[in-house]
């Protein structure tokens, strides 16, 4: 067990013995410890490996644990019984790609009132992210539980603007061993490993991560095949870029196009209007023969892939991209600012006709490249890249969900990528992703059968992370508490909006 694995474990079990017992709480309430046993009763229990829908069945809480499901089980005396006939629960889900924005007051409630009981950080940019994840663990914090990115580290010169996002610029593999050094040090969980580093750099990362115990998380280095990522030990590769670059009839072609692109630092837009013709031209020279391999890679190394498909429609169609008018309240005017020009900037500026209406049809072919990462049973995590314009943490995961089956995901394949696959690819099995006895008691009841619609994901009832209860009243609270809370003025914890990453 390597020694980042050991350190979350640790807080986690801390977390546990603070805050046993099954209370019901709120944003802002202290957490009590007084232990009881809460019974689900007539629930449907679904089983998202198997796709089983088990009727008629009681789980039983003591604590932050499950400690007994089954078809009309007898409840103990003294314990607290919701009723759940002609209701489902599902585990706890988790969006394995986020940048969280506003204070403690706005994104971990978002969260949880979502069903969101895990999330991965994918950038650890502004200390307060290990606060909260350090004081959720501790029982002090209504949240998610929280497992964060070290700062993003990055070749030189980097894609982003250091007014939007501090990035570690490394240039060789010294710097790049200090980095890693650097991040251990700063708590992160992982490291995070961007699109620009160079081939010495990244080997160096991935060797000096091993040494001291983290994983490595993130893009695909442009400079680097899909395959070398794999085989290289990078445990997850973020959005559709540089694994559809990789599955081209002339992939030594693509290759060579990429290695051309020229940035200035903190020009991102630049990037991407590079990056956009090369997509175009792996896209429309697609090879079955290749995806096969490449897939087949991933598959064997199980290396997670998170498409983001929620980001990439925003990057694809920004023209189309608005926000959700019933979400507005939940995001502050200075965030609605940030994303408003992000989007300007970022991703609308200098575009011809052409290459919008090109990205139109690159959204086109996301969806069926993403259809067929789960033909060929390519290991997926479900993230939303929160942080993109206009995302609402928690509101954007049931979106992603529903991205997936649209594109050709299952309703329960889509399920298992924010349950299932997230537990394992954090070493969290014995404890998440079923509903099944000494789990933890991480768990979303809904009125209606995600199975039949994944849309039913957003018909929340009632949410228990880790034995806690969220009832619809308590649930309601939440959300309204964070509409007052985006109206008044930023804390010095405050983490803005940014772009995608």
């Not at 009632?462 to 508490?481: D, H």
């Given at each position: 067990m390597n020694s980042s694995r050991r350190q979350?474990?640790?807080r986690t079990a801390a977390g546990a013995a603070v805050i046993a017992g099954g209370t019901t709480f709120t944003t802002g309430q202290a957490l009590a410890t007084k232990k009881h046993v809460t019974a689900l009763t007539n629930v449907t229990v679904i089983d998202v490996a198997t796709g089983r829908r088990n009727r008629d069945q009681t789980v039983l809480i003591d604590g932050d644990r499950i400690i007994g499901v089954g078809r009309h089980l007898p409840v103990p005396r003294g314990a607290v019984e919701l009723d759940c006939t002609g209701k489902f629960v599902i585990p706890g889900l988790a969006d394995m790609h986020v940048h969280s924005i506003g204070d403690e007051r706005v994104s971990p409630p978002l969260y949880l009132a979502n069903g969101i009981t895990t999330v991965r950080e994918m950038a650890g940019t502004n200390p307060a992210l290990y606060d909260w994840r350090d004081r959720i663990e501790a029982g002090t914090l209504p949240g998610p539980r929280m497992v964060v990115a070290s700062n993003i580290i990055d070749g030189d010169p980097?894609?982003?603007?250091?007014?939007?996002?501090?990035?570690?610029?490394?240039?060789?593999?010294s710097s790049a061993r200090a980095a890693v050094r650097r991040v251990k040090a700063e708590g992160a969980d992982f490291v995070k490993v961007y699109s620009r580093l160079s081939p010495a750099s990244y080997a160096a990362i991935l060797d000096e991560a091993r040494?001291?115990?983290l994983t490595v998380h993130g893009h695909g280095p442009d400079q680097l095949t899909t395959k070398e990522v794999s085989n290289a030990g990078q445990r997850s590769i973020e959005h559709i870029h540089s694994v559809g670059l990789a599955v081209s009839t002339y992939e030594v072609e693509v290759r060579r196009l990429v290695r051309e692109i020229t940035v200035k630092p903190g020009d991102y837009n630049a990037w991407f209007r590079q990056?956009?013709?090369?997509?175009?031209?792996?896209?429309?020279?697609?090879?079955r023969a290749r995806a096969a391999d490449v897939f087949g890679t991933l598959r064997r190394n199980r290396t997670r892939v998170t498409p983001t498909l929620t980001m990439h429609s925003v990057l694809d169609k920004p023209d189309y991209t608005a926000l959700d008018p019933a979400l507005t309240k939940y995001l502050s005017a200075d965030t609605v600012g940030t994303y408003d020009y992000v989007l300007e900037n970022l991703y609308k500026a200098n575009r011809p006709a052409e290459e919008i209406a090109r990205q139109h049809e690159m959204w086109a072919w996301r969806q069926r490249f993403v259809r067929e990462l789960f033909a060929h049973d390519v290991p997926i995590l479900a993230g939303t890249d929160t942080g993109t314009p206009y995302s609402v943490p928690g509101f954007a995961l049931h979106e992603e969900l529903e991205l997936l089956v649209a594109a050709g995901a299952t309703p329960r394949q889509a399920l298992y990528a924010a349950t299932v696959e997230p537990a394992r690819f954090l070493g969290l099995r014995d404890n998440l992703g079923s509903v099944e006895p000494r789990k933890v008691a991480d768990l979303v009841v809904l009125d209606a059968d995600p199975l039949r619609d994944i849309r039913n994901t957003r018909r929340?009832?009632?949410?228990?992370?880790?034995?806690?209860?969220?009832?619809?009243?308590?649930?309601?609270?939440?959300?309204?508490?964070?509409?007052?809370?985006?109206?008044?003025?930023?804390?010095a914890a405050t983490i803005p909006a940014g772009g995608c990453c």
């Open positions: 979350f474990l640790a980097t894609l982003w603007d250091p007014n939007l996002i501090q990035v570690i610029v490394v240039d060789d593999e040494k001291t115990g990056l956009h013709p090369i997509e175009w031209f792996a896209a429309h020279t697609f090879s929340i009832h009632t949410v228990i992370t880790r034995g806690r209860v969220i009832s619809p009243t308590a649930r309601q609270r939440m959300l309204a508490e964070v509409e007052a809370a985006v109206k008044e003025p930023p804390t």
